[in-house]
């Protein structure tokens, strides 16, 4: 990850670390497969049926499945670190002290009770003391890293200097998931949700000592209501060169005068920033008019509220299951909270998580996985070159910026070889509202002393124990963070090709996304920037258009479809990707056909992986957030949209007119 490479020249097989072991088994759960569903009908259904008939989701999480059941397996990983530490003294002013005195002040949570609102009286005062828009804007800035307020600030490459740092600011501050909560008043899922929200902040003021709790809750949610009106679109902030707007402090002051510009940035710890790239700049036109004009009273009532909510669940339990009530229940469908220790990983995790990944890593990662990986990725960087050398629809000119990207990716896999500073950071003993804020404080104040200094192309985006992957389009960067790198995604005792059909289309997904929608105006360098002609351009959007146009057929919610312009980025990746680990699965095997296993062919069992791999099953709240706000597709979705496409598949499975999943070869999209 933390340099680049070149292609591998050789083709390197999954096998040929177990070329001795014993025969590799499918891959594939026989438990979890619906036999009386056919893959031509329904692949997800097919293969996941039976796990879908007979799994329960449990009571303390909004969906099960593959994702999530690593996610369990990390966290009891770190809840035995964590509780190791936590079990003896440490050394004063170490990571270890740091860990063990964070995780061990947020699940005492009867010390919690005994402490009230004491601990956050001086947040509260803070918000109580602003007596100016000056003084407002100061507090917004001082907020970033601790509380969701409505102009959020994030560092990243610049992105037409990605060797460089730049400060950007985005919209937020909404205690709804997004802004649809609020505008679409005729429809009955979202209109539960906004007055489950209504009460929540009653309550919230109420306990606080609030006597006209429902009166603040109103105006709170009609100031909230205000700021979505002016928010944009999750599909419009696709767009890197409609959100790539830096805007000097002259330009805000004339473009959004209603905002102090030196209080904020002061407030900030950016007072050396010259600019910010602004993502929305009606939005902040919108908002600095707000600030200006919405009555002082009504903004502290709101910002009081937000105080409230981002520290419920380190408050005493009134407000943690207010929380919950809210939070969980009302807009996740969950039935109860997680177990304390589980949430206090997450929070060690966002606090002071490469601390704690060092440790993971020297425990559950074993060396042989990560030179396995390497050999993969290696396979599919080397089989999407050759792929993009048979593009049709593509030019020699183009082809050729294509390869130069693609040689410039960078690869890091399981962990980073240079690990954070936590030194700065001041955790206390019995502290947990002190410690989330001090953490938050210490990461941003962190990003922000890096605005205008060169980008650290060794930093990680993710801690080694979580259960995710990435592309990062400024630095082209691909990333694998060890806890991934488990069934079912990537199992060592398996067969090729159910490996290369998940794992491998994973890694395929996150090469592709430097080649989707967004990805696809930055070039090798990381910066954004035209390197098609405008032909090719115009074929590639004739292409993706026809894949909106199939994501948004898709309804798993009636009344509420799949937004194919939101998830186009993914739903290119997961299409380039699965197309790209299949050629480099067949690549792998040298010519020679692959064994059949349990009566499956090779390539069945790599499209039985694919599916295999987004198993999941999710309460009703829960897809409905997701489908309003991710840009990610419902699994079912993601299974079978990106196979309905797939030559293979088509061969793998015979599947012929009168197949559900039966779709001519002329009408197949094929990008990558």
Known sequence: MTFPFRLAPLVLSLAAACAFAAPPSTGIDPAGIDKSVRPQDDLFRAVNGRWLARTQIPADKADTGSFSMLEDLSDQRVRTIVETLAAKPQQAGSDEQRIADFYKSYVDTAALDKAGL?????????????????????????????????????????????THYAALASQGGLGLPDRDYYLKTDDPALSKARAAYQAYLTKLATLSGDRDAAATATRVMALEKQLAEVQWAQEDMRDPIKIYNPTSRAELAEKAPGIDWAAFLDGASLGQAERLTVFQPSYLSALARMVAEVPLDQWKAYLRMRVLDDASDVLPKAYRDAGFAFHGTAITGTKQPRPRWQKGVTEANNAIGEAIGRVYVARYFPPAYKARMEELVANLLA?????????????????????????????????????????????????????????????????????GQPVDRTEWGMTPQTVNAYYEPSLNEIVFPAAILQKPFFDMAADDAANYGAIGAVIGHEISHGFDDEGSQYDGDGALRNWWTEADRKAFEAVTARLVAQYDSYEPIPGHHVNGKLTLGENIADLSGLQIAYKAWKRSLGGKPAPVIDGLSGEQRFFYGWSQAWREKMRGERLL?????????????RADG????????????????????????????RIW
Do not use: C
Request: charged fraction near 25%; charge should be positive.
């Open 383 to 451: 089989t999407y070159k050759d792929s993009i050398d048979t593009l049709s629809w593509m030019s020699p000119e183009t082809k050729a910026q294509a390869q130069q990207k693609l040689a410039k990716y960078t690869t890091k896999i399981a962990y980073p070889d240079h690990w954070r500073d936590y030194s700065a950071l001041e955790v206390k003993a019995g502290d947990a509202v002190g410690n989330r804020e001090r953490a938050g404080r210490f990461e941003w104040e962190r990003q922000a002393r890096r605005v």
């Open 118 to 162: 004491a601990p956050l009286r001086a947040q509260l005062a803070a918000v109580d003391a602003i007596d100016s828009p000056k003084a407002l804007a100061a507090w917004l800035g001082r907020s970033q890293g601790v509380n969701n307020t409505p102009l959020q600030l994030g560092v990243l490459g610049d992105a037409k200097d990605p």
């Open 642 to 669: 990106a196979a309905v496409n797939h030559d293979g598949f088509h061969e793998a499975f015979g599947t012929k007119p009168g197949d559900k999943m039966y779709k001519p070869s002329a009408e197949r999209i």
């Open 625 to 637: 957030q997701l489908v309003t706000t991710n840009p990610h597709s419902p699994a079912q979705y």
